[in-house]
T-cell receptor
Framework: DGGITQSPKYLFRKEGQNVTLSCEQN?????MYWYRQDPGQGLRLIYY???????QKGDIAEGYSVSREKKESFPLTVTSAQKNPTAFYLC????????????FGSGTQLSVL | EDQVTQSPEALRLQEGESSSLNCSYT??????LFWYRQDPGKGPEFLFT???AGEEKEKERLKATLTKKESFLHITAPKPEDSATYLC??????????FGAGTRLTVKP
């Protein structure tokens, strides 16, 4: 089945540690996104990528980094510079261009130990 | 700044009790309005896209409508399996996408 796979489902970070969230899609979509979801708030865009080897910062990129070496993969690293990382992280993809209907993964819940 | 506001934050209905969820947005060049359903611990699932005022879309017990300032998601005779959080997102002409905080719907049998 085509879709987006996020792993792990749950992740714990120690202070000063960098952690990487995985996102893989087999939909052949050009565009991929990372969103952060906090209780009582709308989804906020962290980074997005329209094509391989290119990505742009979203509204809350500080303390995060990404790479897009393959069309299928868009991993997100939460660095130690992100002081409040506890949240539900969602990866999404879209066909790209003018089509912005998003397909989401099942999410990763990140917590701080 | 473009904003999207959903109301109510939470809604509890009895099975079969119809109601509506609201999504209001700042009017600054709407490109499209999206509705998603999100189950606990899962990613949002696409429901509808609306592009212009007066447009309506239906799917089973759900109907989405759009005016120049807001969208409604009407739920007719809901069932317990309709319980979820419903998210609204607005894409503006500058390709900015803004999400509302969602309405958490609970349908009791």
């Amino acid at each position: 089945d085509g879709g987006i796979t996020q792993s792990p489902k749950y992740l714990f970070r120690k202070e000063g540690q960098n952690v990487t969230l995985s996102c893989e899609q087999n939909l052949n979509h050009d565009a991929m996104y990372w969103y952060r979801q906090d209780p009582g708030q709308g989804l906020r865009l962290i980074y997005y990528s329209q094509i391989v080897n290119d990505f742009q910062k979203g509204d809350i990129a500080e303390g995060y980094s990404v790479s897009r070496e393959k069309k299928e993969s868009f991993p997100l690293t939460v660095t130690s510079a992100q002081k409040n990382p506890t949240a539900f992280y969602l990866c999404a993809s879209s066909i790209g261009g003018a089509e912005e209907k998003l397909f989401f993964g099942s999410g990763t819940q990140l917590s701080v130990l | 700044e473009d904003q999207v506001t959903q109301s109510p934050e939470a809604l509890r209905l009895q099975e079969g009790e119809s109601s509506s969820l609201n999504c209001s947005y700042t009017v600054s060049g709407l490109r499209g309005l999206f509705w998603y359903r999100q189950d606990p611990g899962k990613g949002p699932e696409f429901l509808f896209t609306l592009y212009s005022a007066g447009e309506e879309k239906e799917k089973e017990r759900l109907k989405a409508t759009l005016t120049k300032k807001e969208s409604f998601l009407h739920i007719t005779a809901p069932k317990p399996e309709d319980s979820a959080t419903y998210l609204c997102a607005v894409q503006y002409n500058n390709n900015d996408m803004r999400f509302g905080a969602g309405t958490r719907l609970t349908v009791k049998p």
